[in-house]
């Protein structure tokens, strides 16, 4: 066997390919459904949170800041391990989907939060002043003023931290979660033949490429002529 | 100019911005239907007098009566007033995400709870009155600086205020655009509104000013007719300034 061969043999060997094919799709299924939810559930909680700390109420910030800043600190994969390994011991038992959903969810929030945050800074007090001196509440004005004008100066880098707490979910594969890269290295175990890895990774590129590509979309279809 | 009871009655207003005294107890009022202007150099306190008046600035102390309410007193109903008390800003302040109709229109659904048509109905009649018919559907954007601000007075307009208030409202317009501007200010005088103008454009307060008042160093140091402060001054500070823009129309 040539070396060109042996490289085909263990990375796009077909055969294996076809035998882990639906446990692939499988994990590329609960991947969607687990990104879905994350990202769902992390942009609602980043922007309740920039909702609140616009209100500027001082120890609120205070604490929110220092939550935000823990969750940006420390690894993904900490806090799954954390919420996998270590809450079971305080009553708390989740399964592992449920541990990266909540682990990753909470990270995205407070990456969400800096950047509503960034966006709700970035409108100009014009606006805020404009929409309040014709009646309109502090929540009324964040409402219909400020923030759908924070929300399109936020869609990049939203869009870029949602792709990347996505892939997080790969991290899901230390507390047995089946998605697409513990069933790409099943199979790579099972098979003793790399090309599982492979599919895997198509699985990614498939998954990916049309995200990054709607990412753009929403970008141009949300900007406004200035 | 007192002989009518005041709408507007400031007494013994004073901010200060850390350890800036910018207002230095203002005593103003302002009657029914008529239009003050108010002159002063930069960072005399004007725009911030302006603004302490709806409240988007907290006064440190003092008085301020509007229509028979306290606008100072804890418990008011600060949305409320505001909606009364058109204002009018330098830079416009449109949002750029509505069209000029939503510009006008959001105030009227949100803060009047009109119905949707109702309030589109009201704001077309509110662009018709400063000549954009034609802009409903224009985005800021699309509009020049002189369009923008008429459609920003409007946006004011519409609510039926009983007072406007304009900061600077050409200072930021090509001197071609400001014409557009005046004219609409001048037939709201004419319609009656009650005005409070702080500006730079001596010919307007000449024509169409009841009284000009002149702030330095956030103090009234003289008011009168236009005719008295511009041609006789009774302060050299006053006649500095006069003599000082009137160079530079």
Known sequence: MTDFQRLVFSFFNLEVMRRYLPAILDGFVLTIWLAVAVIATGLALGLALATLRSAQVRPLTWALVLVVDLLRAVPPLVIIVLFYFALPHVGIRMSGVAATWASLSLVLAAYAEEIFWAGILAVPRGQWEAARSTGLSFGQALAFVVLPHALRLTIPPLTNRAIAITKGTALGSVVGVPEILTQAITGQSFSGNASPLTLGAAAYLVLFVPFVAVGRWVETRFAWKR | ?249
Request: net charge neutral; proline share 6%.
């Open chain 2, 1 to 249: 100019m007192s002989r009518r009871p005041p709408i507007l009655d400031v007494a013994g207003l004073h901010k200060h911005f850390g350890p800036l005294h910018v207002l230095r107890g203002i005593d103003l009022r302002v009657a029914p239907q008529e239009l003050v202007f108010i002159i002063g150099p930069s960072g005399s306190g004007k725009s911030t007098l302006l603004r302490c008046l709806n409240r988007l600035e907290e006064p440190s102390a003092g008085a301020i009566v509007f229509d028979g309410v306290d606008v100072l007193a804890p418990d008011v109903d600060i949305n409320a007033i505001r909606r009364q008390m058109g204002m009018v800003f330098q830079s416009f302040n449109l949002y750029p995400h509505m069209t000029a109709l939503g510009n006008v229109a959001l105030a009227l659904r949100k803060v009047l709870g009109r119905g949707r048509a109702d309030a589109e109905a009201l704001a077309r009649a509110a662009l018709a009155r400063v000549g954009l018919s034609d802009k409903a559907g224009a985005y800021p954007s699309e509009l020049s600086g002189g369009q923008q601000q008429r459609v920003a007075i409007a946006r004011a307009l519409a609510l039926e205020p009983k007072i406007m208030l304009f900061d600077e409202p050409t200072s930021a317009l090509d001197p071609e655009l400001v014409g557009s501007v005046l004219a609409v200010m001048r037939a709201m005088r004419e319609s009656g509104m009650t005005m409070v103008v702080v500006s730079h454009e001596l010919q307007f307060a000449r024509a169409a000013a009841d009284r000009v008042v002149f702030i330095d160093h956030g103090e009234i140091v003289e008011e009168g007719p236009p005719a008295r402060v511009f041609g006789d001054p009774a302060h050299a500070r006053t006649r500095e300034f006069v003599a000082r823009i009137a160079g530079h129309p």
